[in-house]
Nanobody, 124 residues
Framework: QVQLAASGGGSVQAGGSLRLSCAASGKTYSSNCMAWFRQAPGKEREGVAATYTPGGSTYYADSVKGRFTISQDNAKNTVYLQMNSLKPEDTAMYYC?????????????????WGQGTQVTVSS
């Protein structure tokens, strides 16, 4: 099992930026697909972005394309989510998750390894 530790959340005004980090440890060979999800109160958890770390392929939800960037530092086993031009509707608890492949990356049910959440709050 891989262990994931998420950090970097906070409160910003609309238009601001935040960078989330997700550090992986343990059986990282089983976590080639690293993803970020978010869940707002009363809403289902939704996929935000994912990356397949061996090749660097990236995937994004339409709602964040052009504003969020997922990247990786393989030496540190860490994946980042740079969030720019934040909007109030981006407010949510953000979670990182991992699995072997990025098939159906946007489905939270397909992931078995999860980090703790980090809160992102965007005020208007």
């Amino acid at each position: 099992q891989v262990q994931l530790a998420a950090s970097g959340g906070g409160s910003v005004q609309a238009g601001g930026s935040l960078r989330l980090s997700c550090a992986a440890s343990g059986k990282t060979y089983s976590s080639n697909c690293m993803a970020w999800f978010r869940q707002a109160p009363g809403k289902e958890r939704e996929g935000v972005a994912a990356t397949y770390t061996p090749g660097g392929s990236t995937y994004y939800a339409d709602s964040v394309k052009g504003r969020f960037t997922i990247s990786q530092d393989n030496a540190k086993n860490t994946v980042y989510l740079q969030m720019n031009s934040l909007k109030p509707e981006d407010t949510a608890m953000y979670y990182c998750a991992a699995k072997t492949y990025c098939i159906a990356w946007a489905s939270w049910r397909a992931f078995s390894s999860w980090g703790q959440g980090t809160q992102v709050t965007v005020s208007s």
